[in-house]
């Protein structure tokens, strides 16, 4: 079992930036990747980027890249979401997630609220 908190949303303005925290627990060797997600009320979790744990390779959607940057501390088990520039459009409750294969999130955190306003 792996156990993800993760921590930092909150209200901004539109043009500020937050950074978001995934702490990772538990049998924290069997991952092998870490994404982040969000979710709009009324819409589909949508996949904001990810990740790798060994090479730290990351990949962004386009509706993201360029104002997100995703980071990882190893010694802490914890991936950061850097988020510049953001827009009320981004407004959501974003989730971190893991897995230990490619393309699978086995675990997932509570999610923490991010509101942007204009």
């Known amino acids: 079992q792996v156990q993800l908190v993760e921590s930092g949303g909150g209200l901004v303005q539109a043009g500020g930036s937050l950074r978001l925290s995934c702490a990772a627990s538990g049998r924290t060797f069997r991952m092998y990747v870490m994404g982040w997600f969000r979710q709009a009320p009324g819409k589909e979790r949508e996949f904001v980027g990810r990740?790798?744990?060994?090479?730290?390779?990351?990949y962004y959607p386009d509706s993201v890249k360029g104002r997100f940057t995703i980071s990882r501390d190893n010694a802490k088990n914890t991936v950061y979401l850097q988020m510049n520039s953001l827009k009320p459009e981004d407004t959501a409750v974003y989730y971190c997630?893991?897995?230990?294969?490619?393309?699978?999130?086995?675990?997932w955190g509570q999610g923490t609220q991010v509101t942007v306003s204009s």
């Open positions: 990740i790798t744990w060994s090479r730290g390779d990351t």
């Open positions: 997630a893991t897995g230990s294969t490619p393309g699978a999130w086995d675990y």
